[in-house]
C-alpha cells in the first residue's frame, strides 16, 4: 500500500508567498505600463506631433488647391484628432464649383480631402468677357477669361437665368461626344415658343430646336449628319419631328419670290 507524501504546512508557505508576490508584481506592471500609455498618449497630445502637417487635396480641375486648403480653415496649429471633418467639409462645399467634399484622417498626421466639382457646360459672354457656366446653372463671375475655351459651348443670349438654368440642365444630360460637337447656343424666342433655340455646330450645320426635351432630341443628330450628302449645307430641324432643310433651298425660293415680284410690278 502506497503512502500519500505530507507536505507541511511550514513548506507550503514559502511557495504561497513566491505566487502572491509574482502575482503582485505581474498586477504592479499591468498598472504601470497603463499609467505610462495614458502619459504618453497625455504627452502626444499636447505635443506638436499631434498637429497637422499635410493636407493633401485630390479631384479638383477648376478650383485651386490653395482656394481650397483657405476655405478649409486647416493649418499646422490644428489637432490632427480634433479636426471635425463635417465642419471642414461644409465649410469648403459653400464654393459654388464644388458639389461635394470628403475629409478623411491619414495617420500619423495628414488631412486628405476628395473634391467632386460641377461640370462646366457652358460659357457666357458679358461686357466682353467670358464665364464659365456650371451644370447647376450659375456662372462663375470670379473666372472672367479673354476668351472661351473649346472644352464647352458658349450660350449666347440667355437674359433669363432660368431659361439658363433648364439649358445647362439639358446640356448635362447629353453625351459628352454630341456636346462636343456644339459651338454655339442662341436662346432665340418667340411668342409661340419661349424656348426656342440656334445651334451652331462645328461641322458647319446649324439646328434649330428646343430647350424642352433638347438632350432626348439632339441625341439623333449624329444619324441624321450621317444620311446627309457630304458638304450640304442647311438647318436640321429636331423641335416636331426631324427634318433637314437645305440652305440652296432657301435661295431658290427666294429667287422665286423676288422674280414674281419683278412680274407682278411690270
Not at 102 to 124: D, S
Not at 135 to 143: H, M, P, R, V, Y
Request: negative net charge; aromatic residues 10%; proline residues 4%.
Amino acid at each position: 500500500m502506497s503512502q500519500k507524501k505530507v507536505v507541511s504546512i511550514e513548506d507550503r508557505i514559502p511557495k504561497l508567498k513566491q505566487a502572491r508576490k509574482k502575482k503582485a508584481n505581474r498586477r504592479l506592471i499591468f498598472y504601470l505600463s497603463i499609467f505610462f500609455v495614458l502619459i504618453s498618449i497625455v504627452v502626444y497630445l499636447q505635443s506638436p506631433l499631434s498637429q497637422v502637417r499635410h493636407v493633401v487635396i485630390n479631384g479638383n480641375q477648376y478650383i485651386d488647391s490653395q482656394e481650397v486648403k483657405t476655405l478649409s480653415g486647416l493649418s499646422t496649429k490644428n489637432n490632427f484628432w480634433n479636426v471635425d471633418k463635417q465642419a471642414v467639409s461644409d465649410k469648403i462645399q459653400e464654393h459654388p464649383v464644388i458639389r461635394k467634399a470628403e475629409v478623411e484622417r491619414r495617420f500619423p498626421t495628414t488631412i486628405q480631402i476628395e473634391i467632386k466639382e460641377y461640370n462646366r457646360v457652358g460659357y457666357v459672354m458679358e461686357d466682353g468677357a467670358y464665364y464659365p457656366v456650371l451644370e447647376n446653372g450659375k456662372s462663375l463671375k470670379q473666372e472672367k477669361m479673354k476668351t472661351a475655351k473649346g472644352d464647352a459651348p458658349l450660350l449666347s443670349g440667355f437674359t433669363k437665368e432660368t431659361y439658363l438654368q433648364e439649358m445647362t440642365k439639358e446640356l448635362q444630360r447629353l453625351p459628352t461626344s454630341i456636346v462636343g460637337l456644339i459651338s454655339e447656343i442662341n436662346w432665340e424666342p418667340t411668342e409661340e415658343n419661349p424656348y426656342k433655340i440656334i445651334l451652331f455646330m462645328n461641322d458647319g450645320y446649324e439646328v434649330e430646336g428646343t430647350i424642352r426635351n433638347f438632350s432626348a432630341k439632339m441625341k439623333a443628330y449624329p444619324s441624321i449628319v450621317a444620311q446627309l450628302e457630304p458638304g450640304s449645307e442647311g438647318i436640321i430641324h429636331i423641335g416636331v419631328g426631324a427634318y433637314f432643310e437645305s440652305y440652296q433651298k432657301e435661295e431658290e425660293e427666294e429667287d422665286t419670290e423676288e422674280g414674281d415680284q419683278d412680274e407682278a410690278e411690270r
